[in-house]
């Protein structure tokens, strides 16, 4: 009798520890570009926007929006549904100080067909967005106000967002989203109708409400992680 009671806990234990595994999801890294070098920069490529600049320093990429411009994305080599993308990014001081308001930086999964997911981080407004963009559409899946996490003009923000989707259960099809800044999750979300996004890429991006034109922001570190296993 007691060794059935200990094969029973560990049965237990064990599906517990599988169902805590699913639900914490753990990351392995895949794909990593400190921006070292223009070779490495370069492994970015263009995805969205209409006049963009890009340029670098020895660490970094440099993003500048030009004229009637919102937007500007570079995407990964790494397509995926499943993928969890970081980045370090900054909103620099050479914008205009008229648009450092509006500016934010960002980050995209399952980008494809003018579709995506897209954190994105307003450095002077102190907010996060976790938003589905589907059929020329934007829907809000989570906005976090006055979030002490958000640093401003020139400074480091570490942006990570995480995408899965859950594979058995009730809701399975179903994807779970994560938003973090720094080691702070600050938005989180599930999109029941995930199957409405068919993109893959995964892209960083640097941006702006209405007119970007002027804004600058930088980019490093960028990491991109897959569940495991895998």
Sequence with gaps: MKLRSSATFLAVLGLLLLVAASAGAAMVGIYRNDMSSTARRAELLKLSGGSCTRG????????????RTTECSYRT???GRDLEIAATERLLSATPPAAQQKAYLGLELRAGGGAKYQMLVFPLQRKVQLIKIVGGGAEYLAIDREEKAVLGLNKANALRLRAVNVTSGPERGQSHLFAYLGGTLVAEATDATASELSGRASAVTIGATKDGNGVVGSVDDVVIRVPSPF
């Design 77 to 79: 080599p790494v397509l």
């Design 56 to 67: 670098g320093s020895a660490e970094t990429m440099r993003v500048t929006l030009g004229k």
